[in-house]
């Protein structure tokens, strides 16, 4: 029998983006590069002013996307989702990826949505830069309390979220025409993502599941998405293979094939569950499983659900 899907999460209304942390945000996530970058290019005999300069800069820095992440966070909604106040069957895992096919998508769009998400990519790149800093601090703040700040967290699964629908509308699955928002925030749009909030992380879990524990999953990911050890070797994409049969195949025929679309979205829900736990947004470790279709399957027979969901508000 097959296994019933998961629910569908509520979607809080959308958030806000505080005009001062955002800017606080981007000014952090220019300041780092550009320090780093004088740093690279200077060659420093002993410790002058320069030197103190460029470290100023970098301190500055991560102060400033700290702030502004934690200011983002509290505004992007009305708390985190949690595994107690779903109705119906629990989901099979904490990160909740989900996406819905357009019944009417154009033949040739997709031809130019990569020029179009350009805008995207550019304000992603910063917030990767915040989100690389944010999750190592909050990964210091895990080995002293076993908490992820609510705040932060928040963040960080914003930029995952905003991610995850450029990518569903530009190159991971072309599985829409409407253009993705430029928001952290839950809001209506045919690609949704959410991680529960964990009530407790393992301190000492910190100091290995970004590299050794999940070292069999990112193996798998780099297979899927053509990554080798040796650039020059590395090999064609598998999911970019897929999202360009799919293109030329709605492009001749006017039709999404279902089942491809299916498969991609379970492939790109094991990438973002991998993503999720090396983050450090989640302790369960991600199934060695392809959960194919729109929504989260529930939980398998025998399997838990996702535990330790903190049932107060961020």
Do not use: C
Not at 227 to 245: C, H, N, P, R
């Amino acid at each position: 029998m097959t296994n019933p899907p998961a629910p569908p999460l509520q979607t809080p209304p959308v958030g806000h983006m505080p005009g001062i942390h955002l800017a606080l945000l981007l000014f952090g996530a220019l300041l780092i590069p550009a320090s780093l970058g004088a740093l690279a290019i200077k060659e420093f005999r002993d410790l002058d002013l320069s030197a103190l300069l460029i470290a100023a800069g970098i301190a500055l820095g991560i102060v400033a996307i700290l702030v502004g992440a934690a200011g983002l966070g509290r505004g992007i909604g009305i708390g985190a989702p949690q595994a107690s106040a779903l109705p119906g069957p629990v989901p099979a895992t904490p990160v909740h990826l989900s996406g819905h096919l357009d019944p009417g998508l154009s033949r040739w769009m997709w031809l130019v949505k990569w020029i179009l998400a350009i805008p995207h990519v550019v304000v992603l790149a910063l917030l990767w830069v915040a989100f690389l800093v944010v999750t190592v601090a909050a990964g210091l703040v895990i080995l002293v309390t076993g908490r992820y700040p609510a705040s932060w967290f928040q963040f960080s699964v914003g930029v995952l979220r905003w991610q995850w629908r450029v990518s569903f509308y530009a190159y991971g699955v072309l599985g829409t025409d409407s253009y993705p928002p430029f928001t952290l925030a839950r809001g209506p749009y045919p690609a949704q993502f959410d991680v529960f909030y964990p009530a407790r992380l393992s301190r000492w879990k910190v100091l290995v599941k970004s590299w050794l524990l999940a070292l069999p999953h990112l193996l798998v990911i780099a297979a899927l998405s053509g990554g080798s050890w040796d650039t020059e070797e590395a090999g064609i994409s598998l999911l970019g293979l897929l999202v360009l049969i799919a293109g030329v195949v709605l492009l001749v025929t006017g039709t999404y094939r279902r089942g491809l679309f299916d498969l991609l979205l379970g492939l790109n829900r094991w990438i973002q569950r991998t993503v999720a736990y090396t983050s450090l947004l989640t302790d369960a470790y991600p199934p060695f499983r392809l959960d194919q279709g729109p929504g989260e399957p529930a939980a398998y027979p025998g399997e838990p659900g996702p535990s330790g969901a903190d049932t107060r508000s961020l």
